[in-house]
């Protein structure tokens, strides 16, 4: 498989790295598979060898014996065995008691749970259901086409008796013109209509920055921990994940209103 398709498999937009070290001999990797070995070290160094631009942030053993998970850049997933010579990417079911589980995905939905429930609601943008049915917590990116199609419905979500909670999710950045034009927005007096502006008629006034910033930095780092590589990013209380842009009617559906 090519380097860039790896990357894009895992949705990471990263230039490729330098060729890899000559790989251990297939019989080699296959007794250390067998006997259970694990070489945290040779998985690690695998990784920086093909794909530089990538960072192994944690390893350990997955659910399938005789492979390891491995977390890549604090939000992907991928699993590898234990000399790290062979990976592969893509979910991991378990078929448990006649349901189908997705092993890296419910992982996600207990952090998710836990960081939503922390979440200060003054620090997000909020369009409030007129008769509230449900609510979802969205990571948004000014510039993204799809998060302005999804707000140019936001009337028809809280009509519907969705409430919509927006998060700051720059997808180029902390540093990117959008992560400022973001912060501008956080700090408006009238966010609500800030984001509308921003989202609609690109269209961004400057407003004094303070701590009314802040939560632009820290939605994008809890975006990080959620798995958000790609906005909108659309999520439940209890942290699944619903999908990027829903129609009001898809939105209804999902949400089994």
Not at 40 to 55: G, N, P, Q, T, V
Request: some cysteine; overall charge positive.
């Amino acid at each position: 498989m090519k380097r860039w398709l790896f990357i894009a498999l895992l949705g990471l937009f990263s230039a490729c790295g330098a060729q890899t070290d000559k790989a251990p001999a297939a019989d080699d990797s296959a007794k250390s598979a067998a006997a259970g070995q694990t070489d945290d070290a040779a998985i690690r160094k695998a990784f920086a060898d093909s794909f530089s631009h990538l960072r192994v942030t944690n390893v350990k053993a997955a659910p399938v014996p005789g492979m390891m998970e491995v977390e890549v850049n604090g939000r992907q997933t991928v699993y590898s065995t234990p000399d790290g010579r062979y990976v592969f990417t893509g979910d991991l079911l378990e078929l448990k008691d006649g349901d189908v589980v997705n092993v890296a995905e419910a992982k996600f939905e207990k952090v998710r749970k836990a960081g939503i429930a922390k979440l200060n609601r003054d620090d997000m943008i909020t369009y409030p259901a007129k008769n509230q049915k449900a609510e979802v917590f969205v990571f948004t990116d000014i510039t993204c086409g799809y998060c302005r199609k999804l707000h140019r419905h936001i009337d028809a979500y809280t009509d519907e008796g969705v409430t919509v909670h927006y998060l700051a999710f720059p997808r180029a950045g902390l540093k990117s013109s959008a992560a400022q034009g973001m912060r501008y927005v956080w700090c408006n007096d009238d966010r609500r209509q800030a984001l509308t502006d921003a989202k609609l008629h690109d269209k961004v006034d400057k407003a004094d920055l303070g701590k009314c910033a802040d939560p632009v930095n820290q939605d994008y780092a809890m975006g990080i921990k959620f798995g958000v590589h790609g906005t909108p990013a659309i999520f439940t209380a209890d942290g699944k994940q619903l999908g990027g842009y829903l129609s009001p009617e898809q939105m209804k559906k999902a949400l089994k209103l």
